[in-house]
């Protein structure tokens, strides 16, 4: 299938690692120039490097930035466009959220985990808008969570900030959609990164039992019964970014599983 990202150029924040970082390496395949951002730059300039090995000709730069510091967005975007010669895509994928119940998060964490997103998310969006105009496939991608749909207890903080995550991504399609730009979020459930591995070691030392069985517990929800890849996160993200998918915008859709119960 002809996707329509041959020479195509996109900035990806939060692509030193993870899902970020699959995402960055999906879309080159495909003939995408990237400007991996983040906060770990020897991290970036890795993944970039990397990039440019695996892909001769196509162009990969590492640019720092630290969404808890606003000053640092604007000279990001701006470094990484000159670097591309413009860009098509957006991928706001940086950003988390710190595990606890409400009496067990401080100010600071909810402080500091909203300036990234979803504060960072806007600046980052906002810098990134004036070029993505002259686009003619602009495309914004936000990767979301589906606590954002359901909220639980014992992740307080992932239920706001996924939310407000979804309900921008709707809102950004409304104002970008005369401008021909799409914007859609990705919200996956869980997904095996280091944070992943992290919510297993600690199931296995609250129930008492060994990884592969904290596991098993954890997917017993999952309709499917498999942690999410991050590449299953990247396919979809390529698609979203094509030419194939011009006409879908302000959705969000899930990659879990199965394990979101809503409609």
Not at 68 to 97: H, M, S, Y
Not at 150 to 168: D, K, R, Y
Not at 187 to 194: I, K, N, W
Request: net charge positive.
């Amino acid at each position: 299938m002809e996707l329509g990202l041959t020479g195509r150029k996109a900035i990806i924040s939060g692509a030193n690692r993870g899902i970020g970082r699959v995402i960055a390496a999906t879309l080159a395949a495909e003939g995408v120039h990237i400007a991996a951002l983040g906060r770990n730059l020897p991290a970036c300039e890795e993944a970039a490097v990397e990039l440019r090995e695996r892909h001769p000709g196509l162009t990969a730069v590492a640019v720092k930035v630290d969404l808890e510091q606003p000053p640092t967005i604007d000279p990001a975007v701006a470094a990484a466009v000159k670097a591309l010669g413009g860009v098509d895509i957006l991928v706001n994928c940086a950003g988390g959220a710190y595990r606890g119940r409400l009496e067990e998060i401080p100010d600071e964490m909810w402080e500091r985990y909203f300036k990234v997103k979803p504060l960072g998310l806007i600046r980052m969006t906002r810098a990134t808008v004036p070029h993505l105009k002259r686009s003619d496939q602009g495309r914004i991608i936000n990767i979301s969570g589906t606590r954002g749909r359901e909220p639980e207890s014992h992740s307080m903080m992932s239920g706001p900030i996924n939310f407000g995550t979804l309900s921008l991504t709707k809102a950004m399609a409304n104002e970008f959609g005369p401008s021909g730009i799409t914007v859609n979020a990705i919200a996956p459930g869980s997904t095996r990164t280091r944070r992943w591995d992290e919510l297993v070691g600690i199931t296995a030392r609250e129930r008492g039992l060994g990884i592969e069985a904290a596991e098993r517990f954890l997917l017993e929800e999952v309709p499917l019964g498999k942690v999410i890849d991050p590449q299953d996160i990247a396919d979809l993200a390529v698609f979203l970014a094509s030419a194939r998918a011009r006409l879908i915008s302000g959705t969000a859709i899930n990659v879990d599983g199965g394990r979101t119960r809503s409609i």
